[in-house]
């Protein structure tokens, strides 16, 4: 029989009247009971049983975890059944109360319930402990220089499952493996555990542990292969290779030669290795291989910032500019208070780790009552190393600024700044202990293409404080000065203002200066003090209360500290700490609301 369905049956949803739709009810009654089928299907499968289980706290969920045992038929009424998934569920739990260091449980399974329900009762016994432990090196290691006496006796005293402890085969592996990866890591990339046995004493509730290492050869390294190039030459790897032949191996060395490739914008992906081949550990090549990304990336983005408010922004780059590795970045961005433009050419590092780069940027703002419009084109040294990173640039520009009620200005000046930054924090996203410190100095002379003569010194300082297992005290200050005669002829960027996000909260971006008619203009001193604390509810979530003050000043009678304090939101970010403030301006007896990224700066 022809079976017929009207349009209304395939209707996304259920028509006002069942009655004007009889073939839409059937197929959702039809659809109902399938799905109430496939889901008791699921629940229910044949020959699943119920087990309860009756034992101490700390092993019942283990074992409630991975016993799993079936009946093969639709009950355990069949005594040969019954036998077979008594003992299936008895090895079970066996195999798990050993890997525990239970080596004489009583366990009594019983088949309840018309054969569809086993209940366990489990009494462990007395755990195992650790009574001896034997651990032998062989190979390079074992010869008797003191090197390598003094490396056996720290990985023994190292050992983390030491004579007393009570056993378990988790904690037995660790060990083993914590060893091995420390032999692996420095001199022998070939090490392996020789042998290695935990010999059981039922009756007595005691392990003898032995292992035995062997090291191998010592490796050291040599030249290096690179693979995977398409675009770039072998040149562009080869600056970042700082490894010098014959040179002891070093797990920690090729990570970081890794990383630094892989913190490049030429690859997509880095693999560093060598070949562990014992036979050939002198000078052994370091193979590179590389999968190159692509060369051209366009961006858009859109977000909002309390300081200048909501932007959208265009990004284009090219990381192979005239085939010649030169990282072209330039985009547009244009913000509520701020809009800009520019273009950077970043050349691949020298072989000394020196980053140069070369840039023009066109820039207006509208902050405070100040107009501001600028072009100006640098050129950049950097280079990092360790924890140190410093930053040497000349820059030449031209500013017109124009104060609301006050005075219009355009200066010109080349300047060149020197910028030296310390960091020393357990986490770089997310520090909790440690400190940061970044000075600068710099200037311009009416002799080079300025118009006037000034020096410019700045200095910031973070420093974090853990407090309990989550909580951190950070405490920030920050000074500067500018020398010169007067304000006339120092671009804006040269002088100070404070105020806003991660400066002192509870006033306006900026809004902290020289008054100048209606509008606030930089002073040639500042100083900011801060003192936060941060409670993380969990690892994701905290509050912080916080008092800053400081203030930007020209000339004596303008010396004023203003004080904002509060308290705020934090949430632990892929970017880093996300923070979510609201401050109160004893100054101007305000609240505002700040948002920033609380990092390191």
């Known amino acids: 029989m022809p079976i017929q369905l009207s349009a209304c049956a395939f209707l996304p949803f259920p028509p006002r009247s069942w009655r004007s739709c009889p073939s839409r009810f059937a197929a959702w009654l039809l659809a ?10 699921r629940a229910q499968p044949d020959g699943a049983l119920v087990i309860d289980i009756d034992a101490p706290a700390e092993l019942r969920a283990l074992l409630r975890q991975h016993v799993d045992v079936a009946a093969g038929g639709a009950t355990l009424q069949d005594e040969g059944e019954r036998l077979r998934v008594t003992r299936q569920a008895r090895k079970q739990i066996t195999e798990l109360l050993a890997t525990e260091g239970y080596f004489t449980p009583e366990i009594e399974v019983v088949a309840e319930g018309a054969g569809k329900r086993l209940k366990v009762s489990v009494l462990p016994g007395r755990r195992a402990e650790v009574r001896s432990l034997d651990i032998e090196f062989t190979g390079d290691i074992a010869q008797a220089s003191p090197e390598r006496l003094a490396r056996v006796e720290a990985l023994r005293r190292g050992w983390s499952l030491p004579a007393g402890r009570p056993f378990r085969q988790q904690a037995w592996d660790a060990a083993k493996q914590d060893v091995l990866r420390q032999l692996l890591a420095e001199d022998y990339p070939a090490a392996a555990i020789a042998d290695s046995r935990a010999e059981v004493d039922p009756e007595g509730a005691t392990v003898a542990l032995r292992v035995v290492y062997d090291s191998g050869p010592p490796f050291t390294l040599g030249r290096l292969e690179v693979s995977g190039l398409d675009k770039f030459s ?32 030429y690859f997509s992906s880095v693999v560093v290795d060598i070949d562990n081949d014992p036979a050939h550990a002198a000078e052994v090549p370091v193979r590179v291989h590389v999968r190159e990304a692509r060369t051209k990336r366009m961006g858009v983005g859109a977000g909002y910032s309390s300081n200048t ?55 207006s703002t509208d902050i405070e009552g100040l107009s501001t419009r600028r072009v100006a084109a640098g050129a950049v040294r950097a280079r990092t190393r360790g924890r140190s990173e410093t930053r040497l640039s000349l820059n030449l520009q031209r500013e017109q600024t124009d104060a609301e009620g006050g005075t219009s200005a355009t200066s010109t000046a080349l300047t060149l700044n020197y910028s030296w930054t310390y960091r020393d924090v357990d986490n770089l996203l997310d520090p909790r202990h440690g400190y940061v410190l970044n000075l600068q100095a710099g200037g311009a002379a009416k002799a080079l293409l300025s118009d006037q003569t000034f020096a410019r010194f700045y200095g910031r300082y973070q420093h974090y404080l853990p407090v309990g297992e989550l909580d951190a005290v950070v405490l920030r200050a920050e000074l500067g000065y500018t020398a010169a005669g007067s304000l006339d002829g120092i671009p804006q960027d040269s002088v100070f203002r404070t105020g806003g996000a991660q400066s002192v909260r509870g006033y306006s971006y900026q809004s902290l200066g020289v008054p100048d008619g209606n509008a606030v203009v930089g002073g040639r001193k500042l100083a900011v003090g801060s003192m936060e604390y941060v409670h993380w509810f969990d690892r994701q979530w905290g509050g912080a209360l916080f008092y800053d003050a400081g203030n930007a000043w020209d000339t004596s009678d303008q010396t004023r500290l203003f004080s904002g304090y509060g308290l705020g939101a934090r949430w632990r970010s892929p970017a880093g700490p996300l923070a979510l403030d609201v401050a109160y301006g004893q100054g101007d007896q305000q609240v505002r609301v700040h948002f920033s990224v609380a990092i390191a700066f």
Do not use: C
């Open 234 to 265: 072998a040149d562009l790897v080869e600056r970042h290779y700082t490894i010098r032949p014959g040179e002891r191996y070093s797990q920690e060395r090729l990570l970081q030669l890794q990383s630094a490739l892989q913190n490049t914008p």
């Open 32 to 41: 109902a009971v399938l799905i109430v089928a496939a889901a008791s299907a």
């Open 309 to 363: 408010g909501a932007h959208v922004e265009l990004t284009f780059r090219h990381t192979n500019l005239l085939d010649r590795a030169w990282n072209l970045m330039s985009g547009v961005r244009l913000d509520q208070k701020r809009q800009f433009g520019y273009a950077d050419i970043h050349l691949p590092p020298t072989e000394k780790d020196y980053r140069d780069s070369v840039g023009v940027l066109a820039e």
